[in-house]
């Protein structure tokens, strides 16, 4: 079983739709990141939350982190076609010491 | 400032050979992880080295493979005697502490075992 589960896993929508992407665990998580993965690229990473109940803005991108520090979401209003890619979560799970682990992630698809 | 340097980028090797990928961190990071994905999938955790140590090697195979991140020099993966479901994108990742930080991606490493 994944440590962080990310859902959906496939997501395919028109240009100009809004959605949400979550990553949920049953572990405390110090901080999470999001990556974002282009074909034939590394991911690259979006952004790091940090404190419970924390949100954090990336132009068409807001990225919240659970108060319990458990889960995570991340919504991208309007979306369009370079939103394409895999999105990833990622963190170090309390119990787990310095080992970052990855969800296995949600492809996006932006129709034009 | 360079990113993580990984190369080669792409690395054919026949079956029965050794493959080995190297990883140079960002400036200033002492902590480097090792992930394989395979198409459209996420990365599975393979190995994380500090300097001279292994710190966690709990996904990384028992048999054939290797990794090592030496005082001087990039960071080896090394996989031995190569089958064909090895062939995978190999991605290194780097932080300059361990614990919650931000780790940063090279451009992989892409093995195809013929």
């Known amino acids: 079983t994944q440590l962080l589960e990310q859902s959906p896993q496939f997501l395919s929508i028109q240009e100009g739709e809004n959605l949400t992407v979550y990553c949920n665990s049953s572990s405390v998580f110090s901080s999470l990141q999001w990556y974002r993965q282009e074909p034939g690229e590394g991911p690259v990473l979006l952004v790091t939350v940090v404190t419970g109940g924390e949100v954090k803005k990336l132009k068409r991108l807001t990225f919240q982190f659970g108060d319990a520090r458990k889960d995570s979401s991340l919504h991208i209003t309007a979306a369009q076609p370079g939103d394409t890619g895999l999105y990833l979560c990622?963190?170090?799970?309390?119990?787990?010491?310095?080992?970052?682990?990855f969800g296995a992630g949600t492809i996006l698809r932006v129709k034009s | 400032n360079a990113g993580v340097m990984q190369n080669p980028r792409h690395l054919v090797r026949r079956r029965g050979q050794e493959a080995r990928l190297r990883c140079s961190p960002m400036?200033?990071?002492?902590?480097v992880y090792w992930y394989r994905q395979l198409p459209e999938e996420g990365l599975k955790f393979m190995v994380y080295l500090q300097k001279e140590n292994i710190i966690d090697e709990s996904g990384m195979p028992k048999e054939r493979f290797s990794a090592e991140f030496p005082k001087e020099g990039p960071s080896i993966l090394r996989i031995q005697q190569v089958v064909r479901g090895d062939s995978a994108a190999y991605f290194c990742?780097?932080?300059?502490?361990?614990?919650?930080?931000?780790?940063?991606f090279g451009q992989g490493t892409r093995l195809t075992v013929v």
């Open positions: 400036k200033g990071h002492s902590h």
């Open positions: 990742a780097s932080s300059p502490q361990g614990s919650n930080t931000e780790a940063f």
């Open positions: 990622a963190g170090s799970p309390q119990e787990y010491g310095n080992k970052l682990v």
